[in-house]
């Protein structure tokens, strides 16, 4: 079965500063990785996917199937990144379109 | 338009009780998701639904749990004999059709008190 971890689940940073929030998954098979955010009173809602190569709001992620990571990077975090972050991964080939999520990591941006 | 709507917003019931929760997905999205997230973990998949079949019920915790979705729109999940572990806030998410090219987009969740 996949699992995936998220090794924070608190990250403290001063605005301007990087920020990597970090995801380990296990899946022996090719997985889709994705990250949601959920900022203070919002709903869930998707940040990313691995499959668009794409960056949202300065965030970006690469897979790394020899670590079997996904890591979201930021070089220069702002308040307003302040949220919940998920790491989710879709393990078509076995479950179809159902996602496994992470435990999240809270993060926090300082002024 | 309008997004993912779930209906209540909160419920507090007693042990033992028969709760439904609803979700209105958006219009249009053929699959609907239902998820459960416990304080301080991340939503787990409970059951999915592409048209008005359940796909993958896989993630139900047991047989106190139902899902239905009769006219392939609004669904219902169905908890009977509740239970303190019950508690949570259950998810629900929809996409336009199944496939990890969907983004899936959630509801603002019912949070579910068992006293």
């Known amino acids: 079965a996949q699992r995936v971890t998220q090794p924070e689940k608190l990250l403290s940073v001063f605005k301007g500063a990087p920020v990597e929030l970090k995801c380990n998954y296990s899946y022996s098979g090719s997985p889709e990785l994705f990250w949601y955010v959920q900022y203070s009173r919002q709903r869930l809602q998707l940040l990313l996917r691995?499959?668009s190569r794409e960056s949202i709001k300065g965030f970006t992620a690469d897979l790394n199937k020899g670590e079997t990571s996904f890591h979201l990077k930021k070089p220069f975090a702002q308040e307003e990144d302040s949220a919940m972050y998920y790491c989710a991964l879709s393990a078509w080939e076995t479950s179809g379109s159902r996602l496994t999520f992470g435990e999240g990591t809270q993060l926090t941006v300082n002024p | 338009g309008a997004g993912v709507s779930q209906t209540p917003s909160n419920k507090v019931t007693e042990k033992g009780k028969y709760v439904e929760l609803r979700c209105d997905p958006i219009s249009g999205h053929t699959a609907l998701y239902w998820y459960r997230q416990s304080l301080g973990q991340g939503p787990e998949f409970l059951i999915y639904f592409q048209g008005t079949g359940a796909a993958d019920d896989s993630g139900l915790p047991n047989d106190r749990f139902f899902a239905v979705r009769p006219e392939g729109s609004v669904s219902t999940l169905k908890i009977q004999r509740t239970e303190r572990g019950d508690s949570a806030v259950y998810l629900c998410?929809?996409?336009?059709?199944?496939?990890?090219?969907?983004?899936?987009?959630f509801g603002d969740g019912t949070r579910l008190s068992i006293l």
């Open positions: 998410a929809s996409s336009l059709k199944p496939g990890v090219n969907q983004p899936q987009h």
């Open positions: 691995h499959i």
